[in-house]
């Protein structure tokens, strides 16, 4: 059965601390991606790997970095996290040249 | 304009109602189209890929108009479980690997 799983359901940070959300998908999939969902905004692509220590910006990478050491774990670093990163952050990966993206069941992050 | 929109709803159907949903997309060459479903609190899982014919899923059925750039989603004979919020996705630009996700029609089926 296909998994993906990330480090935390929920999680409360205080203003400025750094955030590492951990994603680890056990399908040997290459591609990779970190999304953030928001009420009326959908699902948000922040970074994308396509395969190990490569990254891709996506749509809204500002204040995100991402770490790709090994194939079955993409990892999400807020450097100094802000309240308006207060947000679902969702993890999916995809085997190259296939469809269908499985998602982890998501860290409901809140920066106070 | 969004690259995906949808109708958020909520519709709210009564069992055994026949519902419809519609998305239009901006990007003319996409080559990717889908449903997913999310259930509260849940992640989006995979319901059903469209393609250009048009397919058939059960109770669902999906429709592509690519001249209209529109996707569609109908449910007959809908069961309270199929509550949930429907997102539908589309590849990016220039991109097969990357989706753009709508931000989703919710649906509650009554008893």
């Known amino acids: 059965d296909v998994k993906v799983t990330q480090s935390s359901r929920y999680l409360v940070k205080r203003t400025g601390e750094k955030v590492f959300l951990e994603c680890v998908q056990d399908?040997?999939?290459?591609?990779m991606f970190w999304y953030r969902q928001d009420p009326g905004l959908g699902l948000r692509l922040i970074y994308f790997?396509?395969?190990?220590?490569?990254?891709e910006k996506g749509d809204i990478p500002e204040g995100y970095s991402v770490s790709r050491e090994k194939k079955e774990r993409f990892s999400l670093i807020l450097e100094s996290a802000s309240t308006n990163q207060t947000s679902m952050y969702l993890c999916?990966?995809?085997?190259?040249?296939?469809?269908?993206?499985?998602f982890g069941p998501g860290t409901r992050l809140t920066v106070t | 304009r969004k690259e995906v929109e949808q109708d958020p709803g909520p519709f709210n159907v009564p069992e055994g109602a026949t519902v419809a949903f519609n998305c239009t997309y901006s990007?003319?060459?996409?080559?990717?189209f889908f449903w997913y479903r999310q259930d509260c609190r849940k992640e989006p899982k995979l319901l059903m890929s469209?393609?250009?014919s048009g397919n058939e899923d059960g109770r669902f059925t999906a429709q592509l108009n690519r001249a209209s750039q529109y996707i569609s989603l109908l449910i007959r004979d809908s069961k309270l479980s199929d509550s949930a919020t429907y997102l539908c996705?589309?590849?990016?630009?220039?991109?097969?690997?990357?989706?753009?996700f709508g931000s989703g029609t919710q649906l509650t089926v009554l008893p």
């Open positions: 999916a990966s995809i085997r190259a040249g296939v469809n269908e993206q499985y």
């Open positions: 996705v589309v590849n990016k630009r220039n991109s097969a690997r990357q989706l753009t």
């Open positions: 790997s396509y395969d190990v220590k490569m990254k």
């Open positions: 990007n003319s060459a996409s080559q990717s």
């Open positions: 469209v393609y250009s």
């Open positions: 399908m040997d999939h290459e591609n």
